[in-house]
Structure formats: C-alpha cells, structure tokens
C-alpha cells in the first residue's frame, strides 16, 4: 500500500517571508499620494513668491539704514570728502545683517506653517531668499542717489557735498546671506522640534515563538525544542530509552 502523496506547503497568513502576490505592488503607508505632493509644491511656489515680495521691504531698509559715503568737488574732479571713512563698509555690513534676519525670520515662519518639511519647501525657502536679495539689491541702488556723478556734482556746485550712490561691493555675500541663515535656521528646528517617524517593529520569522536565551526561536539553552537541558528528545538522561514500566 502506497503511502499518501504529501500535501504541498500552504504558506500561513501570517508568515512575515512570505511574498506579495502576483500583479500587487507593495507601497508604504506612510509615502505621500500625488495630491499630497502637488501641495507642497504649490506652498513651495508660495513660499517663494511671498519672500521675493519681502525683498522690497529689505531694500527700503537698506535704503534707509545704510550709511552714506559722502563727496565733494572742485570743479575738476569729485573727492572722497573723508578718504579714511568707513561708509562703504558699512553699506554692505548694513545689507548682509538686513538679510541674516530675514532669513532667521523667513525660516522660522516656514517651519512654523509647516513642521513636516519637504524638498519643495526647502527650495522655495532658498529661492525666495535668493530673488528677494536681487530686488532689495536693485530697489537700494535705483531709489537711491543718483549714479552720474559728475552731473550731480555740477549740480550741486562746487565744494558742497553730496552723496555717492549706494552700492554694494560684496555681492556674494549679500546674495547668499538670506538663504543660506533661512536653510540653516529651518533645517535646525525640524532636527530638534520636527515629527520623529515611528520606530519599526521587529517580529520573528516564525510568528509563534520569541527567541530564548542562549538558544534558537522557541528552543531551550539545552539544544532541542521542549527537550530538557542535557538530554535529546524522547530519551532518558541517562542515554537509554524510559522505562515502560518493567
């Protein structure tokens, strides 16, 4: 008599190895859908807008904040009235510190209308800072003393001073100043205040069974499951079989 064909293995519902079916696709629960994405990428744009109009307020303040560097003239060449001044300095330390604090501002009010963060947002934040400090450069220079020198010293007349247009000499640094403080300010509070992702849970293989101390899943530090220490299964201690009773 032949022995019954083994049945083939059914995998268990709960078996973690356990493949996807056929056709599905695995994603995260946690990976954001298109429309999710699409909203970040309009507050980003937003963003970004937002800051480019601050940039006028920044350049009225330059404007109004920076120091002058005063002229005079003979009626044969402008002078520096003050050739040791410090004006010129101080009109570009007046417009990088003008834009270090919009950029703490622009990157705590992101963090604060958004804590999740995200790309689009970043890049907006950068961008903004970025066309913001181009237009507070441009509105400083246009709204303020004129550029023709010579006319305006005819203007005024000889020996009267004047102010020398505003200018700023270091354009890498005041470009880049308001970007790079709101990048750094921004990605400072979403490291410490920002929402943590939940730790992942580890299960064993088996599902049934946590691992002992000193053996495999479900074993005793003695070697076989169910099996007491120094003894194989189904045997006495003493090596031979239990008694049956004779």
Do not use: C
Request: aromatic residues 6%.
């Amino acid at each position: 008599m032949t022995a019954p064909l083994t049945p083939p293995h059914q995998p268990q519902p709960n078996d973690p190895w356990q493949g996807p079916p056929a056709g599905s696709h695995a994603v995260p629960a946690d990976r954001p859908g298109a429309d999710e994405r699409r909203v970040e990428l309009r507050q980003g744009a937003a963003i970004a807008a937002l800051l480019t109009v601050a940039g006028v307020v920044l350049g009225l303040l330059w404007l109004w904040l920076a120091p002058r560097v005063p002229l005079v003239s003979d009626d044969t060449a402008v002078f520096l009235k003050n050739s040791e001044g410090e004006e010129a300095i101080g009109a570009d330390g007046t417009f990088v510190l003008l834009a270090l604090a919009f950029g703490l501002v622009s990157g705590l009010a992101v963090f604060l209308f958004r804590r999740r963060g995200g790309i689009p947002l970043v890049v907006g934040l950068a961008l903004g800072g970025l066309l913001g400090s181009l237009l507070a450069w441009g509105i400083g220079t246009w709204f303020g003393p004129t550029s023709d020198v010579v006319a305006h010293a005819k203007e005024v007349g000889k020996g009267v001073t004047f102010d020398a247009p505003l200018e700023l000499h270091a354009v890498g640094a005041g470009m880049l100043a308001w970007p790079v403080a709101a990048m750094i300010v921004h990605l400072g509070l979403t490291a410490l205040f920002g929402p943590r992702d939940p730790e992942p849970e580890w299960m064993s293989p088996y599902g049934a069974h946590d691992v002992a101390p000193g053996g495999a899943y479900g074993q005793t530090p003695g070697g076989a499951e169910g099996a007491a220490p120094g003894s194989a299964e189904g045997q006495a201690p003493g090596g031979g079989r239990p008694s049956d009773g004779s």
